[in-house]
């Protein structure tokens, strides 16, 4: 019996995400604690609610392997034999563009706490946010011209190739943001929030490159062109990308692809920049956040570039003005809402909180 939000939480993403059915089996794959990212509570929550709705569980400790992940023999084996996996580690996000998952229903978990999963990040309807992501998608396809730009100066455009729209090969919980759009296509400029982060593929040190003034990064048909800004945070930023693509042999200039954020009910209240390995594995489904996958030919690349508060319009229509996500200005997304009143309602009162400071103190850090 479902008795607090965490346990709502756990309810949606099981019976919502993973289609869990009595006597099915669940392998919960669990990162320690104690390495600050997934909080302790979560595993033993989410396990008594399977336990509860009948689900037969079993818990693994995986280990977190910052830049060679891999499944071991083991552990593939015991996802073979599993009805539902779900990944409460990093290996889980790290892997989830690999084609060769072992079979199942396969899910990774961006609730990082019993916080996120009881607030409405978790809560809100997973299949309507699923049916939001998909409309998104197919308003993508559809477009002719695509621009996005903020406040912070951010204006690139072009016309989305979004082939068959194809995602990672695990499921998300919660839906956090849509298919990413292919870069190929997109050329201008994003101006950068102060910082270089990683994308979460791999850990390495420097994840978090801080500026000490504005830096403007300039892409054409989905290559880097070069960064303008001040002389040391130019060679600064030029040099965090040499040293990447030299150190894992890949595409320096490469602009993989982008995406924004779809779920107003992704909050991070902790400081971003003291916790950035967590913040860019987690605020991303913020609709005030849109991202740029770089450097690197594979998704998700290893660099990405942030953009805060978008303006992203489709065809002339501003289906996000200044980081607000107005679904009801998609075809079909009106009457998604009413069929969803409570997920209308989250898009009324969005969360707003990033985990970054004001855009000016970001720029002059």
């Not at 048909?221 to 070069?226: N, P, T």
């Not at 693509?245 to 971003?272: E, L, Q, T």
Request: net charge negative; charged share 20%; hydrophobic share 45%.
């Amino acid at each position: 019996m479902v008795k607090n939000s965490a346990e709502i939480g756990a309810h949606n993403l099981l019976a919502g995400c993973a289609r869990a059915k009595p006597g099915e089996r669940l392998l919960i794959l669990w990162e320690s604690p104690d390495l600050g990212y997934f909080d302790a509570d979560l595993a033993p929550c989410i396990a008594d609610t399977a336990r509860a709705m009948g689900l037969r569980v079993i818990s693994v400790e995986v280990p977190f392997m910052p830049e060679a992940p891999a499944l071991s023999a083991d552990l593939r084996r015991r996802i073979a034999d599993a009805d539902i996996t779900l990944f409460l580690a990093r290996l889980g996000d790290q892997l989830r563009f690999c084609d060769a998952m072992p079979g199942g229903r396969v899910i990774v978990c961006f609730a990082v706490t019993t916080g996120l999963l009881g607030s409405a990040f978790g809560t809100a309807s997973h299949d309507a946010f699923n049916a939001l992501k998909g409309l998104v998608n197919t308003a993508l396809s559809g477009a002719r011209q695509v621009r996005v730009t903020c406040p912070m100066g951010t204006d690139f455009f072009g016309t989305p190739d979004m082939g068959e729209m194809a995602d990672t090969a695990v499921l998300r919980f919660p839906v956090s943001v849509f298919a990413p759009v292919p870069g190929a296509a997109f050329s201008g400029v994003v101006a950068l929030p102060g910082f270089l982060a990683g994308t979460g593929s791999r850990y390495y040190d420097d994840y978090l490159v801080r500026f000490d003034g504005p830096v403007v990064a300039q892409f054409r048909a989905g290559r880097l062109v070069g960064f303008d800004g001040s002389s040391g945070d130019v060679a600064r930023a030029s040099r965090h990308y040499d040293t990447i693509a030299a150190r894992y042999g890949i595409d320096r200039n490469m602009v993989h692809s982008w995406h924004a954020g779809i779920h107003p009910g992704c909050g991070f209240g902790w400081d971003g920049l003291t916790q950035m390995e967590r913040w860019s594995g987690v605020a991303f489904g913020n609709p005030r956040l849109l991202h740029l996958h770089t450097c690197g030919a594979d998704a998700p690349g290893e660099i990405s570039w942030n953009v805060i508060d978008p303006t992203i319009t489709l065809d002339g229509v501003a289906l996000w003005q200044d980081g607000v996500f107005h679904p009801s200005r998609i075809a079909g997304g009106a009457e998604l809402m009413a069929d969803n009143p409570e997920v209308a309602r989250l898009f009324q009162n969005p969360d707003r909180r990033i985990g970054l400071p004001a855009i000016g103190a970001l720029q002059t850090a």
